[in-house]
């Protein structure tokens, strides 16, 4: 009997209520006249235990392979699954990970203007940090379950109906592949490169498979960060990229301060290294507007603060530290651009420029008291090969970061100049701790504020999380250039500690090895059309702010939502300066080229899950979209509206792997079941498409492409040809099965190698070694980012080689932004940043919809199990207050709106959540909610100047990460409860 | 009165290091109850404190912040505990309670609803459409609206904002060493093994009649209405004896189980309950003995009228004693741990924090079977095909 069948005839037992025993027995019996033996007393002995193999032979399986999981979430844990007959049964942790770091006295020290400053790792008693087994969390646990769910695909469909009406007609491959390539070629021929994907799961073979794809037909890929709101460019001014410890580092802080990351929901495979650290001795601070269960349940100290306003916070924080003195002065010279001088006529950096003729333009320059004059400071981007150092102690060089000082320009005019410490000093000198205007901003009393201050302070090793949300508020910019300050500031960052983005992608040693599937970079072959060697070869571009921002016209919703809102008054720039600005960056050529998205690859993306104002982004990129190709496991919301959907082989059913940097291993897809139904790997799909168009490409003789673009730094080059097209992505038969590109992957990189691919193969894992994010894979310690710059004097890559707080672009000095400080004017009184009514009165609440720890996005929210274990229907919480002035009861249904469009959730209650909040955790298709509507339709884009400063040399260009972030969480809305 | 003098396995949940991701309970849920009539049930849940928690109003009193509300009941019947200890030791009781309430499906477990996701595929309105049919929950064939749940509270606590206060509380089978299902059991189906002490319910003697479920305050055992027999958490039996660690001890990411026998004074369980005293037993007072403690939560500090920070914790003191055996107790493992962090603070060691940050899996892991401290499932039950690459996977 089937499992459904069971679970029927159970539930109608079930109903039947006391009556049943008797009928089971009837039913069976044979049953009822058998153990009729005499039991004395079953505490002390029970003899009739024959029966108990029954359970046994539930835990029994026929196969098991190592298996991980890919749909966006930066974990990659080893798990095994276990099946019986070619069906997956469960899974669970391999959990085989060994305790590595183990304290070798004295080994990890360092020096700060040459003075030794001891270990900066602090080890846990015993000389110990410990093992991340096992890794995996709920979701992972049940991935055998959501996979068997009837959403899943089983085969190749085509849309025989209109966009998202749902009527398909199944294909076979062959059909599939046949008409997709004749489609690909006619627009390729029409607008070479006129396609865009959206690549979503992290695994080399999957992901890399689409990007790879995508790069050969010369598309734009968009940034999967500046997509969804992830990236960091307030950070990478400061830092250049994206940083991140492994995750055993956070065992090391003795205080940590989850700030914007709610680390115990999401980061669970790695939060017992911060609930082992309280045990190793260490604080742990958690500020959120919410009391989430990281403030509820890890936090020695709750810092309740006002939605959007955590730049004040981490302004009082360092305008305290600095007005007390209480900074590292020795760090701040050897290690920040604090020291370093500024004009100020023009606000600009002094440079070489300035001070010789034909001087460069990153060589600047600070105070040195020893000579009293100001000399060039070594370790800058264009500092000369003999000064690529930070160790100004061993040059004898002492700079002053405090003061005027008068310098001689090379056209003889003399400056006063002055240095980045002065004018941050100066930008956050009104943020006092105790000041109305940071008490009203914040919502916080002094004595938070105060204490937090002095945590910090004391701690010896201070760690700050900064997950992905706090990019996503309109201060989020400057909120990380501050807290980035604080851990400058204190002489922590790059020594005993260290801060921690979410990230979840790296470089293996070995150049490109690591993108190397992602991105074809093969030597020249005539054959492929290429004259020459091409750096970056055939790899796709990407975009980060076109896909909503042009493809999704948004700026024009953004003026109506904005409408009745002083946001100028407010933030400094309102929706028609953001425009400006826009048009400005793309005549300037500060973004790369935007091709129109005639082909669109969804490759597992979501794409209607992560986008502003949902609705009208579809309304607005659709109709653009000659081709819109689906390459999924499961039919979402977005695969609903797609021309074809391609049936992919879910985590479970390919062989491949995929690193991050949150554990030092690199992670095995071991194909834990063959695949089942008509199903095949992302690689084998792309390999298939890629076939069939050189196959009708050669038949029709086509010849190479020429194909130019702008990539946001320089222009780039190249050719498509179609007719090598599959030659090339196989790499002429390298890479032709999943197998041998996988183990091509691992041989190329030094990372891995031979041995640590056999080490894969047979383990599940195998860990990294060589250089990791601005520091190394140890054997016996954690690999922090920064170390490269604080511990070995090397000059990282931001323009000044150090940890850069003063930015000169033209923008930033527009706004007046130099500097890290709030980006809010006197006319902000605190509170989110959020629209007004049409008749310009507030909306009385804000929206909160950050990660959820019940999906990986929308990847397992609607599992059956989980859903279990939430409402089982999509929910808000609101405060209960809020509930009872508003006749809102528990699971009442609730419509939340504003003049920008509904949406509906069954209310829940939570005292942890402040009243003006409306929170939900996101992920939602929008098929699960009462008609069809989605938080997303509520928000809308906003766009930072600051973040679309580009050029063509040095760290402040566009990068996926230095880009437009999407900008949406302040969203004004009203609710009502409502019948359903 | 009996007395269990059989080994006896015992376990240690540190909630200061639940994460509440409900691991557990899925790692539960696909090993055993996700088939065959047990659906519904939760042999390992997750329940956010105070509230009424899985089944609703579980206990023979509430855990609801201020103790109100419908109670399910259970246990045995003036409950005398030995005074001065820590670990619930029980030195009287009278008869077993046996009229504890029934759950019901639907108003204390929660209803196994189902999803149509089908409905993905079909032909309807596009996008926004008031109407268009999409994945809800159904129960029986029509949409329903649950009412309850194994989490329904979750996150829910008590007190106001910024000084809400909740903590999660794991909860599988006591496996007591007076067990009250086993008392309630005229059948006596239910039994205790010599070994290690697990409670099971025999699954060909068992009658249905489900005294046990009514006696058992936890609520921990469940009527299968397949089977017509009481089913239960077996913790892991088949893996216990192997060497194996429970699924739910071993998928646990926030690594805050601990297991081994009592009657191992090296081992970490052992050190815990007896030699530190900072793990309690959940309501020593019903009188059953429970195997399962608990390391008490640390709260954060709490604030003032005008946000201003205090000194005082914010899950009060006075709640937990009602779970956990009573304040002074609490209090004692509370300043045991918040001391024994210092002094790791100030450089020094301590075995109480070692033991709790429990670096590798055999430090929390003591089943000790053939020398070793665990054993792992491909060790006891290897099969043919494992760990293989797809060229030789054919």
């Known amino acids: 009997m089937d499992q459904e069948a069971m679970t029927e005839i159970g539930r109608r037992s079930f109903l039947k209520g006391t009556g049943l025993g008797l009928l089971a027995l009837l039913a069976d019996p044979g049953r009822a006249f058998s153990k009729i033996q005499v039991v004395e007393d079953p505490l002390q002995e029970y003899e009739y235990r024959g029966w108990e193999d029954l359970y046994r032979k539930e835990w029994t399986w026929d196969r098991v392979q190592y298996v991980t999981h890919s749909l966006g979430c930066v974990g990659k844990c080893s798990l095994k699954l276990y099946s019986k007959n070619g069906i997956p049964l469960r899974e669970e942790q391999t959990a085989t990970y060994p305790v590595y770091a183990i304290r070798t006295p004295g080994k990890y020290t360092y020096e700060i203007m040459g003075k030794p400053r001891g270990e900066y790792i602090r080890y846990g008693p015993g000389g110990k940090i410990p093992s991340f087994s096992p890794r995996g969390c709920q979701k992972g646990c049940l991935y055998s379950d959501w996979m068997k769910q009837s959403d899943f695909l089983k085969y190749p469909l085509k849309r025989v109906g209109e966009r998202g009406e749902r009527k398909w007609k199944r294909l076979t491959w062959e059909q599939a592949f046949d008409e997709i390539a004749e489609k690909i070629i006619e627009i390729e021929l029409k607008d070479p490169g006129a396609m865009v994907t959206t690549s979503r799961p992290f695994s080399q073979l999957s992901k890399g498979g689409s990007e790879r794809f995508t790069g050969l037909l010369g598309g734009q890929l968009i940034p999967v960060s500046a997509m969804v709101g992830d990236a960091y460019p307030g950070g ?23 700030w914007t990351q709610n680390f115990t ?14 045990d190793n001795g260490a604080r742990i601070i958690v500020v959120d507007p919410n009391h989430n269960v990281t403030a509820a349940q890890a936090a020695d100290l709750f810092v309740p603060i006002r939605m959007g306003s955590d730049s004040y916070l981490a302004a009082a924080i360092c305008n305290t530290i600095i007005k ?27 440079t070489q420029k300035d001070m010789k003729p034909g001087g460069k333009e990153f060589q600047y320059y600070f105070w040195d008291t020893k000579s009293n004059q100001a000399v060039e400071a070594p370790g800058c981007l264009d500092s000369p090969a003999d000064k690529k150092t930070l160790n100004i102690a061993r040059l004898g060089l002492d700079p002053a970061l405090e003061g005027r000082f008068t310098v001689r320009l090379a056209d003889g005019k003399e400056v006063e100049c002055t240095t980045v410490f002065e004018k941050t000093k100066e930008g956050l000198a009104r943020y006092n701790l105790d000041s109305d205007l940071v008490r009203e901003a914040t919502g916080l009393h002094p004595s938070v504020i105060r204490t937090m201050t002095d945590w910090i302070l004391e701690s010896k090793s201070l760690h700050i999380t900064n997950g992905y949300n706090c990019q996503k508020h309109y201060d989020g910019y400057q909120s990380e250039r501050l807290k980035i300050l604080i851990l400058v500031l204190t002489g922590q960052l790059g020594g005993p500690g260290a801060y921690h983005q979410t990230y979840e992608g790296m470089k293996l040693e070995g150049g490109r090895a690591a993108g190397g599937l992602h991105f074809p970079d093969q030597p020249a072959r005539p054959e492929f059309g290429i004259e020459k060697p091409i750096k970056g070869g055939k790899q796709p571009y990407s975009v980060g702010i076109a896909y909503e921002v042009i493809y999704g016209d948004s700026l024009e919703r953004t003026k109506k939502y904005f409408a009745n ?65 689906g ?86 080059k190249r050719t498509i040809d179609l007719s090598t097209i599959y030659d090339e992505y196989v790499q002429n038969g390298e890479l032709d099965s999943d197998e041998k590109a996988v183990e091509w992957h691992n041989l190329k990189s030094k990372g891995i190698g031979k041995e640590g691919h056999e080490k894969l193969v047979r383990d599940g894992y195998a860990k990294f070694r060589g250089p990791a994010k601005y520091g190394n894979y140890e054997d016996d310690a954690p690999a922090r980012s920064m170390t490269w710059q604080v511990v070995q004097k090397k000059p990282s890559g931001t323009n000044t080689g150090r940890f850069q707080f003063y930015v000169d672009h033209e923008y930033h000095i527009k706004l007046d932004q130099m500097t890290p400080k709030p980006q809010y004017t006197d006319m902000w009184r605190g509170g989110p940043q959020s629209p007004k009514r049409p008749d310009g009165s507030p909306y009385p609440f804000v929206m909160n919809f950050p990660h959820t720890k019940w999906g990986i996005h929308s990847a397992y929210r609607n599992n059956r199990w989980l859903m279990r274990l939430q409402r089982g229907d999509v929910y808000l919480y609101l405060n209960p207050k809020v509930m009872a002035e508003r006749g809102i009861k528990d699971m009442d249904m609730v419509r939340v709106y504003n003049h920008m469009g509904e949406w509906f959730a069954r209310a829940k209650e939570w005292p942890g959540n402040p009243p003006y909040i409306v929170f939900t955790e996101h992920g939602w298709d929008h098929f699960m909610t009462k008609n069809w509507t989605h938080y997303n339709n509520l928000n809308c884009e906003f766009l930072n100047p600051l973040e679309l400063a580009g050029g063509t040399r040095g760290h402040i260009v566009y990068t996926g990460n230095h880009t437009s972030n999407r900008i949406y969480y302040e969203t004004g809305v009203d609710i009502e409860k409502v019948e359903g | 009165m009996s007395e269990f003098k059989g080994r006896q396995l015992v376990a ?158 794991p909860r599988i089978c006591n496996h007591c060493t007076d067990p009250a299902c086993l008392a309630a059991c005229p059948r006596k189906a239910i039994y205790k093994r010599q070994e290690d002490g697990i409670v099971l319910v025999d699954q060909e003697r068992c009658r249905g009649y489900r005294h046990c479920v009514r006696a058992c305050p936890y609520k921990k055992v469940y009527f299968n209405p397949t089977t017509g027999m009481s089913e239960k958490c077996l913790f892991c039996y088949p893996r216990v004896e192997k060497g194996v660690p429970p699924a739910c001890f071993w998928q646990c990411p926030g690594r805050m189980r601990f297991i081994g026998f009592k009657d191992d004074k090296e081992s970490a369980v052992y050190k815990l309950i007896y030699v ?106 290897p099969v043919k095909v494992q760990f293989r690459r797809p060229s030789e996977d054919v």
Request: hydrophobic share 30%.
């Open chain 2, 12 to 169: 240690v949940f540190d909630l200061n290091k639940c994460l509440e991701c409900h691991t557990c309970t899925v790692a539960c849920k696909l090993l055993w109850t996700n088939r065959s009539g047990r659906e519904y049930m939760y042999w390992n849940n997750v329940e956010s404190m105070p509230g009424y928690g899985y089944p609703k109003g579980w206990g023979a009193t509430n855990q609801t912040a201020d103790g109100s509300g419908e109670v399910l009941g259970g246990g045995f019947k003036d409950v005398v505990l030995e005074e001065g200890r820590t670990d619930g030791k029980v030195k009287s009781r009278g008869d077993v309670i046996k009229d504890g309430k029934m759950p019901s499906l639907e108003d204390h477990y929660g209803l196994p609803w189902e999803y149509n996701y089908e409905a993905v595929f079909e032909p309807g309105p596009t996008f926004e459409t008031p109407g268009a049919k999409g994945v809800r929950p159904h129960w029986q064939g029509k949409e329903v609206r649950p009412t309850w749940g194994p989490n329904w509270e979750e996150d829910q606590g008590a007190g106001e904002y910024p000084n809400h206060w909740v903590f999660s509380l």
């Open chain 1, 265 to 278: 929901a999401m980061r669970m495979p790695d939060a017992h290294f911060a609930k082992e650290a309280k």
């Open chain 2, 276 to 381: 530190w005293k900072v793990a309690l037993p959940l309501h020593p007072e019903y009188g059953t003995e429970p195997n399962v403690f608990y390391v008490p939560p640390i709260g954060s500090f709490k604030f003032g009228p005008n946000g201003e920070l205090t000194n005082e914790r914010r899950i009060p003191i006075e709640y937990l004693g009602r779970l956990l055996g009573g304040v002074e107790n609490v209090k004692r493992a509370q300043d045991t741990v918040l001391a024994e962090r210092e002094k790791v603070r100030k450089g020094e060691r301590s075995e109480l924090c070692e033991i709790l940050i429990g670096f590798d899996s055999e430090d929390r892991f003591q089943l000790k079977v053939d020398g070793v401290p665990f054993k792992r499932p491909e060790e006891v039950q």
């Open chain 1, 565 to 629: 809102t002083p946001l100028k008054e407010q933030i400094g720039f309102d929706a028609n300066d953001m425009e400006a600005f826009l048009k400005d960056a793309i005549q300037k050529k500060y973004l790369p080229s935007m091709k129109p998205p005639r082909i669109s690859l969804w490759h597992s993306c979501n794409n209607y899950r992560n986008k502003t104002g949902q609705q009208s982004w579809r309304e607005h990129y659709l109709p653009k979209v000659e081709l819109l190709i």
């Open chain 1, 324 to 350: 007390e003195k209480k900074y590292d002065a020795e760090f701040l010279k050897e290690q920040s651009d604090l020291p370093f001088l500024v004009r100020p006529d023009t606000k600009k950096f002094l």
């Open chain 1, 236 to 258: 990478h001014t400061a830092l250049i990229g994206r940083v991140g410890s492994t995750l055993d580092d956070w065992f090391t802080a003795d205080l940590l301060i989850g």
């Open chain 1, 631 to 716: 390459t999924d496991i499961r039919m979402t919301s977005s695969m609903q509206s797609c021309d074809y959907v391609l049936s992919a082989a879910t985590d479970y059913e390919r062989w491949d792997i995929r690193e991050t940097t949150t554990n030092p291993f690199l992670t095995l897809y071991g194909q834990g079941v063959k695949p089942m139904f008509e199903r095949r790997s992302d690689w084998q799909i792309y390999a298939g498409l890629c076939k069939a168009i050189q196959e009708k490409a050669r038949a029709r003789g086509i010849k190479s492409i020429p194909f130019e673009y702008w990539n946001g730094t320089r222009q780039v």
